[in-house]
Protein backbone atom coordinates (compact mmCIF):
# COMPACT_ATOMS: atom_id res chain seq x y z
CA UNK A 1 0.00 0.00 0.00
CA UNK A 2 1.49 3.42 -0.94
CA UNK A 3 -0.32 6.41 1.03
CA UNK A 4 0.04 9.97 -0.11
CA UNK A 5 -0.70 12.63 1.87
CA UNK A 6 -1.39 16.28 0.96
CA UNK A 7 -3.09 19.39 2.43
CA UNK A 8 -0.44 20.68 4.31
CA UNK A 9 0.68 24.80 4.26
CA UNK A 10 1.27 27.89 5.83
CA UNK A 11 -1.56 29.46 8.07
CA UNK A 12 -2.42 31.38 10.55
CA UNK A 13 -3.34 30.51 14.30
CA UNK A 14 -7.30 29.58 14.37
CA UNK A 15 -7.58 28.88 10.85
CA UNK A 16 -8.48 25.82 9.87
CA UNK A 17 -7.22 23.04 7.43
CA UNK A 18 -7.81 19.64 5.88
CA UNK A 19 -5.03 17.09 5.50
CA UNK A 20 -6.21 14.03 3.02
CA UNK A 21 -3.97 11.13 2.40
CA UNK A 22 -4.72 8.63 -0.53
CA UNK A 23 -4.16 5.02 -0.34
CA UNK A 24 -3.35 3.45 -3.77
CA UNK A 25 -1.97 -0.35 -4.53
CA UNK A 26 -4.56 -2.07 -2.41
CA UNK A 27 -7.72 -1.20 -0.42
CA UNK A 28 -7.38 -0.22 3.26
CA UNK A 29 -11.44 -0.98 3.79
CA UNK A 30 -10.14 -3.30 6.68
CA UNK A 31 -7.42 -1.66 8.23
CA UNK A 32 -7.33 1.09 10.89
CA UNK A 33 -5.55 4.36 9.79
CA UNK A 34 -4.12 7.04 11.95
CA UNK A 35 -2.32 10.30 11.87
CA UNK A 36 1.29 11.18 13.33
CA UNK A 37 2.91 14.28 13.96
CA UNK A 38 6.50 15.27 14.42
CA UNK A 39 8.95 18.12 15.09
CA UNK A 40 12.47 18.54 14.74
CA UNK A 41 14.23 16.31 17.34
CA UNK A 42 11.21 14.94 18.78
CA UNK A 43 9.77 11.69 18.35
CA UNK A 44 6.80 11.28 16.10
CA UNK A 45 3.64 11.59 18.22
CA UNK A 46 0.09 10.14 17.79
CA UNK A 47 -2.71 12.79 16.87
CA UNK A 48 -5.52 10.68 15.18
CA UNK A 49 -6.80 6.89 14.62
CA UNK A 50 -9.73 5.69 13.27
CA UNK A 51 -10.93 1.93 12.78
CA UNK A 52 -12.07 0.05 10.03
CA UNK A 53 -15.30 0.40 11.96
CA UNK A 54 -15.16 4.16 11.88
CA UNK A 55 -14.32 4.39 15.75
CA UNK A 56 -12.08 7.44 16.40
CA UNK A 57 -9.59 8.79 18.90
CA UNK A 58 -8.17 12.03 18.33
CA UNK A 59 -5.20 12.66 21.07
CA UNK A 60 -5.47 15.50 24.36
CA UNK A 61 -3.67 18.40 22.63
CA UNK A 62 -6.05 18.07 19.54
CA UNK A 63 -9.10 17.00 21.29
CA UNK A 64 -12.08 19.09 20.30
CA UNK A 65 -10.09 20.91 17.66
CA UNK A 66 -9.01 18.04 14.94
CA UNK A 67 -11.41 14.94 13.92
CA UNK A 68 -10.66 12.27 11.57
CA UNK A 69 -12.62 10.71 8.81
CA UNK A 70 -12.32 8.10 5.96
CA UNK A 71 -14.01 7.71 3.15
CA UNK A 72 -14.18 4.12 2.35
CA UNK A 73 -14.97 4.50 -1.89
CA UNK A 74 -11.90 6.91 -1.97
CA UNK A 75 -9.64 4.75 0.21
CA UNK A 76 -9.20 8.32 2.08
CA UNK A 77 -8.09 9.43 5.63
CA UNK A 78 -8.61 12.84 6.48
CA UNK A 79 -7.45 15.29 9.28
CA UNK A 80 -9.80 18.20 9.82
CA UNK A 81 -8.11 20.53 11.70
CA UNK A 82 -9.74 23.40 13.14
CA UNK A 83 -8.29 26.92 15.75
CA UNK A 84 -5.35 25.76 14.39
CA UNK A 85 -2.07 27.23 17.01
CA UNK A 86 1.31 27.96 16.59
CA UNK A 87 2.15 24.51 18.67
CA UNK A 88 0.20 22.44 16.23
CA UNK A 89 3.30 23.44 13.76
CA UNK A 90 5.07 20.21 12.57
CA UNK A 91 5.37 17.11 9.47
CA UNK A 92 2.17 15.32 9.34
CA UNK A 93 2.00 12.08 8.39
CA UNK A 94 -0.42 9.52 7.58
CA UNK A 95 -0.25 5.74 8.57
CA UNK A 96 -1.94 2.49 7.63
CA UNK A 97 -1.99 0.22 10.92
CA UNK A 98 -1.17 -3.47 11.69
CA UNK A 99 -3.73 -3.71 14.25
CA UNK A 100 -5.96 -1.67 16.03
CA UNK A 101 -5.72 -1.67 19.98
CA UNK A 102 -9.11 -0.62 21.57
CA UNK A 103 -7.45 0.20 24.67
CA UNK A 104 -4.97 2.56 23.93
CA UNK A 105 -4.06 5.17 20.90
CA UNK A 106 -1.90 3.88 18.35
CA UNK A 107 1.68 4.04 18.67
CA UNK A 108 4.30 4.41 15.82
CA UNK A 109 5.32 0.70 16.39
CA UNK A 110 1.97 -0.61 14.99
CA UNK A 111 2.60 1.08 11.57
CA UNK A 112 2.73 -1.14 8.70
CA UNK A 113 3.06 1.63 5.94
CA UNK A 114 3.52 5.30 6.44
CA UNK A 115 2.96 8.17 4.11
CA UNK A 116 5.52 10.78 3.31
CA UNK A 117 4.88 13.95 5.76
CA UNK A 118 3.27 16.86 4.53
CA UNK A 119 4.13 20.34 6.50
CA UNK A 120 1.84 22.31 8.73
CA UNK A 121 3.29 25.45 9.39
CA UNK A 122 0.89 27.89 12.17
CA UNK A 123 1.65 31.19 12.30
CA UNK A 124 0.61 33.54 15.66
Known amino acids: VQLQASGGGLVQAGDSLTLSCAAS????????LAWFRQVPGERRVFVAD???????RVSDPVKGRFTISRDYAKNTVYLHMNSLKPEDTAVYYC???????????????????WGKGTQVTVSS
Open 25 to 32: GHTVLGYA
Open 95 to 113: ALLQYYDVNYASEPGQVDS
Open 50 to 56: IASGGRT
